[in-house]
């Protein structure tokens, strides 16, 4: 019995850690630039998209964790802009065919006061679960898919996802239009969004008619609302210089 309490308080002990650790920057980290974006304890710096606060329902913080619920209350956005930057964060889905995504260079149009934010995505899904996959509307690894910049170009066949339940992290690099795409440790997609190719791709998507799609020099970051539970933490980016 006491070799069971004492392995209870151990397991206790280390998650209470884990939590702890979660959201802070290390002092090397500090040093080389990095901050945070989400704070672990509330969505300052965030609002909802073409929306001057937080939407009503659909976010929620809790245990240091940003939880978007799947009420379909719209995506939020971060308050400032961003171009040259090396983008990390965390993410964890629960339920099958789970479906969200965060996006970069997203801009706000005028007259638009909808929950939906126009920008590149990091796609971030439950491939072999989601209903187009079941469908045959999406077929493995093609542009839906995880870590495929949406619509426009698929990610590496080699990528590899956590299971339901368990933290995925990711990273964006954006360096005077060369971006990449990182899973879990491995770079799975770059393209340069000023290029022909880039122009090409949008053209040849249903973001054909948005102006200037993904081309701008600055633009927020998105968590998407796309009705699935997901958590999202350790958000932290630090900027790149022009060079």
Same mark, same amino acid.
């Given at each position: 019995?006491? &070799?069971?309490?004492?392995?209870?308080?151990? @397991?206790?002990? @280390?998650?209470?850690?884990?939590?702890?650790?979660?959201?802070?920057?290390?002092?090397?980290?500090?040093?080389?630039? *990095?901050?945070?974006?989400?704070?672990?304890? !509330?969505?300052?710096?965030?609002? %909802?998209?073409? &929306?001057?606060?937080?939407?009503?329902? +659909? *976010?929620?913080?809790?245990?240091?964790?940003?939880?978007?619920? /799947?009420?379909?209350?719209?995506?939020?956005?971060?308050?400032?802009?961003?171009?040259?930057?090396?983008?990390?964060?965390? *993410?964890?889905?629960?339920?099958? +065919?789970?479906?969200?995504?965060?996006?970069?260079?997203?801009?706000?149009?005028? /007259? !638009?006061?909808? %929950?939906? /934010?126009? %920008?590149?995505?990091?796609?971030?899904?439950?491939?072999?679960? $989601?209903? *187009?996959?079941?469908?045959? &509307?999406?077929?493995?690894?093609?542009?839906?898919?995880? /870590?495929?910049?949406?619509?426009?170009?698929?990610?590496?066949?080699?990528? =590899?996802?956590? &299971?339901?339940?368990?933290?995925? #992290?990711?990273?964006?690099?954006?360096?005077? +239009?060369?971006?990449? $795409?990182?899973?879990? %440790?491995?770079?799975?997609?770059?393209?340069?969004?000023?290029? @022909? !190719?880039?122009?090409? =791709?949008?053209? @040849?998507?249903?973001? #054909?008619?948005?102006?200037?799609?993904?081309?701008?020099?600055?633009?927020?970051?998105?968590?998407?609302?796309?009705?699935?539970?997901?958590?999202?933490?350790?958000?932290?980016?630090? =900027?790149?210089?022009?060079?």
């Amino acid at each position: 019995m006491k &070799k069971l309490i004492f392995i209870i308080l151990l @397991a206790l002990f @280390a998650i209470n850690v884990q939590l702890n650790a979660q959201n802070k920057l290390s002092k090397k980290e500090m040093k080389q630039g *990095w901050q945070l974006l989400f704070n672990g304890s !509330d969505l300052e710096g965030w609002r %909802g998209v073409n &929306k001057a606060n937080l939407p009503e329902k +659909g *976010w929620i913080v809790k245990n240091k964790t940003i939880t978007c619920t /799947g009420e379909n209350g719209g995506s939020i956005i971060t308050n400032e802009m961003y171009g040259n930057f090396e983008l990390k964060w965390e *993410w964890r889905f629960f339920e099958p +065919g789970s479906n969200s995504g965060l996006k970069y260079f997203v801009v706000e149009r005028e /007259g !638009d006061t909808g %929950g939906y /934010g126009y %920008g590149i995505e990091y796609q971030m899904l439950d491939d072999a679960n $989601h209903e *187009w996959m079941l469908d045959g &509307k999406m077929k493995p690894n093609d542009y839906h898919t995880l /870590g495929s910049a949406y619509e426009l170009y698929e990610a590496s066949p080699n990528k =590899k996802a956590k &299971k339901l339940g368990k933290w995925n #992290k990711c990273k964006i690099i954006s360096h005077n +239009g060369k971006i990449e $795409h990182w899973l879990n %440790g491995r770079k799975i997609l770059e393209y340069d969004r000023f290029s @022909a !190719d880039f122009m090409d =791709k949008v053209k @040849a998507s249903k973001f #054909k008619d948005i102006e200037n799609y993904g081309i701008q020099p600055k633009g927020h970051f998105l968590l998407q609302d796309h009705n699935s539970e997901v958590n999202f933490r350790n958000i932290r980016i630090r =900027k790149l210089d022009d060079r």
